[in-house]
């Protein structure tokens, strides 16, 4: 069992910069950030493979957020900037533990997830 727990997320104002924090329970594997407002599905944000040699991003965030990690620290990151109030969601880091290339960008492909943390961004 793979645990993740996420950390970071608060309300910043337009403009504003959030770096988002996973720690997870072993490791390393396939990391995703997905977010998800109410009455919509999860969508992918952005993914990194368990080397960190690929990343994937959403076309929304594309320029704006970056996806990193520490695999000493078993730690993934997503550094959020020019933040719009559109990114306003509960963000959830999730793993991968099968390793697929190229790294999915679909929800069903992960198998572990966070308990989200909400990022709100005021215009």
């Known amino acids: 069992q793979v645990q993740l727990v996420e950390s970071g997320g608060g309300l910043v104002q337009a403009g504003g910069s959030l770096r988002l924090s996973c720690a997870t329970s072993?490791?390393?594997?396939?990391m995703g950030w997905f977010r998800q407002t109410p009455g919509k599905e999860r969508e992918f944000v952005a993914a990194?493979?368990?080397?960190?040699?690929?990343?994937y991003y959403a076309d929304s965030v594309k320029g704006r957020f970056t996806i990193a990690r520490d695999n000493a620290k078993n730690t993934v990151y997503l550094q959020m900037n020019s933040l719009k109030p559109e990114d306003t969601a509960v963000y959830y880091c999730?793993?991968?533990?099968?390793?697929?290339?190229?790294?999915?960008?679909?929800?069903?492909?992960?198998?572990?997830w966070g308990q989200g943390t909400q990022v709100t961004v005021s215009s």
């Open positions: 990194m493979s368990w080397g960190g040699a690929t990343t």
């Open positions: 999730a793993a991968e533990t099968f390793y697929r290339l190229p790294i999915p960008s679909s929800r069903e492909k992960y198998n572990y």
């Open positions: 072993g490791g390393p594997y396939t």
